[in-house]
């Protein structure tokens, strides 16, 4: 354990000094401080929010709780239909992410020493760029007088432009682009800890590169791949500027619901409602999904 | 079968980096409509971008945001990193997950509920609640790269300077601060990245003089389509390669982003 650093010893060198261990507390009281006036103070503010019933046409309050918006939230088509939509999608683009992410993380792991600091690199950098300006390089190629449909025509493939911009399959291009160097990096991660060698020596007894790769390292990878899928469904679930861009009212997602709540339609308690469902649903799933898997992965270790 | 994976591994990163590509290519159009590839070269989008007020105080904007909040960040970061480092009881884990917490709640709603709340205690100027807002978020990433250049110091150099007879304090400033002087700076340049990204938070905040670069971009898409965005994307993609070869020299790309 590495608890006794620098600062072990510096306390111990400086043990006669009194008040010494105070230090840590005022030093960590700044964060803390910001966490609790900045994040669960207003979290709790929200989700008091939400059991008001807003009254229509101002920006106020009843007084009273109720379960009104909730209600309305799990029996109205509608608004079933777009949690349904936000799940999916999450879940598609998640899979999406898994199947393109393993192999790259695998030849990244397995490329030369000289070419794997700059392959890694062109996986990484573009977590820098703004997602806006990632999206509108979708939306460039995918439009109707986009690369894509003008490819096709030229081929001869189509006539008329194939609409893709403004539906489901745009938002989950978009959503595979914007997250799916966190399941690559995640994967990576769990790679560079299993010993290369293995892979050899499933040569040596006869098993291809397809066969030794996913029946000896994939398992051995499963930690990263449990992590990347997590890391990536909850982010997907919560994306915000793909939809915003990519997508149409037709498209509509649990987060672009909470901003056309707040900012269109006015009614702040339903969208604090949404806005609640959605982070229960995240943590949620997320949490059911470690836990299954944990199991069968102990299952298998057994 | 071998070439087959490397085929698979080519198409992967031209779905990576073919949009940003693109991106650069019709930035040059001459044309008046977005068209790939460009029918003629010219530098005029680059001009027009330049020239367009909402633009350019949109980056005057966020440029003075991502700086105020990353400095204001790696403070509160770097005395709390400094503090679950030295900490000795049990807590040690937990108080480390509460710190990294803004980082798992979704963005959308820590916008929506710092604008209830801050509505409600009456904080109404729109950079005030923006910086409050990104301090938030961006502290996390100063705690985590700090963390992580504290855990490297060798304690014999703590060790040798106390044999040597350095106060507590001489071996803080003289010892571990040039050591941790690299997640500082990675955890301050990130700050700044994600505070120049963000648009789920900030977008509850922002009023009619403060929108912040990318949601002043996406207020243009939503009724233009000419290629000066191109342009300005281009230009805020080769600060963004930039800043990737600096976190990369600096403390490591992978570091910064946890991995």
Not at chain 1, 153 to 181: N, R, S
Request: include cysteine; glycine fraction near 8%.
């Amino acid at each position: 354990m590495r608890a006794d650093g620098v600062f072990g010893l510096v306390r111990r060198a400086s043990s006669e000094a009194p008040g010494a261990s105070w230090t840590p507390a005022l030093l960590v009281l700044p964060a803390l401080l910001v966490i609790a006036g900045l994040l669960v103070a207003p979290l709790v503010h929200l989700l008091g929010f939400s059991f008001h019933r807003a009254v229509p046409g101002r920006m106020a309050l009843e007084p009273g709780l109720t379960l009104v918006n909730y209600a309305r939230l799990v029996t109205d088509g509608y608004y079933l239909g777009i949690m349904g939509r936000t799940v999916a999608l999450s879940l598609i683009a998640t899979l999406v992410c898994l199947i393109m992410g393993f192999p790259l993380a695998y030849f990244l792991w397995r490329a030369p020493v000289r070419w794997k600091g700059v392959f890694t690199l062109l996986v990484v950098a573009p977590l820098l760029i703004s997602i806006v300006v990632r999206s509108y390089g979708w939306m460039v190629i995918l439009g109707d007088s986009g690369v894509f449909n003008g490819l096709l025509i030229w081929i001869g493939l189509i006539d008329e432009p194939v609409e893709i911009m403004f539906t489901t399959t745009a938002v989950l291009i978009g959503l595979v682009h914007v997250q799916f160097a966190f399941m690559v990096l995640s994967i990576l991660a769990a790679l560079e800890r299993i010993d290369p060698s293995l892979i050899e020596a499933a040569a040596t007894l006869g098993a291809t590169r397809l066969r030794a790769a996913l029946e000896i390292v994939a398992p051995l990878a499963l930690p990263g791949i449990v992590a990347g899928t997590t890391l990536v469904f909850s982010l997907c679930m919560t994306a915000f500027v793909t939809p915003t861009l990519m997508g149409g009212s037709g498209t509509r997602v649990m987060t672009t619901l909470v901003y056309h709540q707040f900012v269109t339609v006015f009614n702040w308690p339903l969208g604090a409602a949404v806005a609640a469902l959605l982070f229960v649903l995240c943590l949620g799933i997320v949490f059911a999904f470690m836990r299954t898997v944990g199991r069968s992965a102990r299952r298998m270790e057994a | 079968m071998r070439r087959l994976f490397h085929l698979a591994v080519g198409g992967i990163f031209l779905f990576m980096l073919g949009p940003l590509l693109v991106v650069v290519a019709v930035s040059f159009n001459g044309g008046n409509v977005t068209v790939f590839p460009p029918r003629d070269v010219s530098m005029r989008w680059y001009a027009s971008a330049l020239a367009n007020r909402a633009f350019v105080s949109a980056v005057i904007n966020s440029v003075a945001l991502g700086a105020t909040a990353a400095m204001l960040a790696t403070c509160v970061g770097v005395a709390a990193a400094l503090a679950i480092d030295r900490w000795r009881f049990p807590g040690r884990d937990a108080l480390q997950s509460i710190l990294l917490s803004p980082l798992v709640v979704p963005g959308v709603v820590i916008g929506i509920a710092l604008l209830v709340s801050l509505t409600s205690v009456g904080l109404r100027d729109s950079a005030s609640r923006l910086v409050i807002a990104h301090l938030l978020i961006c502290f996390p990433y100063s705690v985590r790269t700090v963390l992580a250049s504290l855990a490297r110091i060798e304690p014999s150099l703590a060790e040798a300077a106390v044999t040597l007879g350095a106060a507590p304090r001489q071996v803080f400033w003289n010892v571990t601060l040039p050591l941790i002087r690299p997640g500082i700076a990675a955890g301050a340049i990130f700050a700044f990245v994600i505070s120049l990204d963000n648009v789920p938070i900030s977008i509850f905040l922002i009023d009619a003089h403060t929108a912040t670069l990318p949601i002043a971009i996406m207020s243009y898409l939503e009724y233009n389509f000419d290629p000066s965005v191109a342009a300005l994307s281009s230009m805020l993609i080769l600060a963004a390669c930039l800043l990737a070869l600096l976190l990369e020299r600096v403390f490591g790309l992978r570091r910064v982003l946890g991995f």
